[in-house]
């Protein structure tokens, strides 16, 4: 056989090996974080409380952070059987001081917090000009803000233990896609992702870890069924949270840096935006169809919609 038969052959099979292995590996991180300590933000609902669920099981200690104490209580009540220790802090992450509270308590009581998951975020959607200021503000601060104080806060005792993860959590559509209609969420995102980007480079070396997370549409609180359905027909896949919790473990467990989620249609928006962003603006030209704002201006959070 010539050289180069030798070498395509050789390459197909490294390639259809590697195929064989991501196919056939496990769907399900059997990651292992005993006597971890993982601080979730948001852990009130949607994919904070399916991530507190996924640590929980898998045998971290957890702090639950966000501001409503009767849906923290519930979930720590759901995930108490699995894990030896639940701290609950009910905390407004657009309060610096909360925030300073939250981190010293959670090492008061644990020694140390060896995974950070920035997961709290809200959406307002809708063309800018109508968007109320005091909504994009609050979104600036909890999406981007909130995580980027957080991480400074917990950095000093990772840095100390040679030890640590930020995980992050962006969006598939928003982080890397700059989508209309989503303009702050977008700015907030991005800046997020770029954050974690820089962030990971910057750790380079001393142990600590930055893992972006880029969910796709989720069924959560931000979607109403109405908002759900619509991008159904419309070709998108509906994840749910605990997929989301799932496969960040799993990247956790391979050191993956960055996980993009949903299904086709987000996975080509940002190779296509990455490589041909002249594509992505004829079809936002003609994606923006007045059903299509209609139907996307309702997805929020509860609190920003009814503002
Ligand atoms: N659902 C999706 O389609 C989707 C897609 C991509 C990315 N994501 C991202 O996933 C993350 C979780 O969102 P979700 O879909 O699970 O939505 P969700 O169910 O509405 O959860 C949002 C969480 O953020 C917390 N939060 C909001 N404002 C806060 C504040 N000021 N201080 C502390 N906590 C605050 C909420 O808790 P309290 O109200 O109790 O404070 C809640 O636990 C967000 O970063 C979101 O951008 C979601």
Redesign the pocket.
Known sequence: MKRSDRLIWTGLAAGGLYWLLRYFGPRHSPLVLDGEVVMV?????????AMAFAFARRGARLVL????VE??EAVRREVEPYTTAVLVIP????DPQQMEHAVELAIATFGRIDILVN?????VAGYLQDQDPDAVR?LI???LW?PVRLTQLVLPSMLEARHGTIVN??????SRVPAPLFTS?VAA?AGLASFTDALRREMDGTGVHALLV??????????TPEVEDYLERQGYR??H?DE?AERTLLGLLRGEQEIVMGGAMEKLAVLVERYAPGLMRLYWRLRLTPEWIAALSQ?G???ETSA
Do not use: C, M, Y
């Open positions: 933000t948001g852990a009130s609902s949607g994919i904070g409380r952070v966000a501001r409503t849906q923290l905390t407004d992450l657009t997961n709290a975020g809200l959406s609050r601060d909890v999406d909130a959590v962006g969006s598939a559509g928003f969420f995102k880029l969910p796709g549409w989720t069924h959560t609180d931000l979607l509906i994840e949270p989301v997805v959070s509860r609190d």
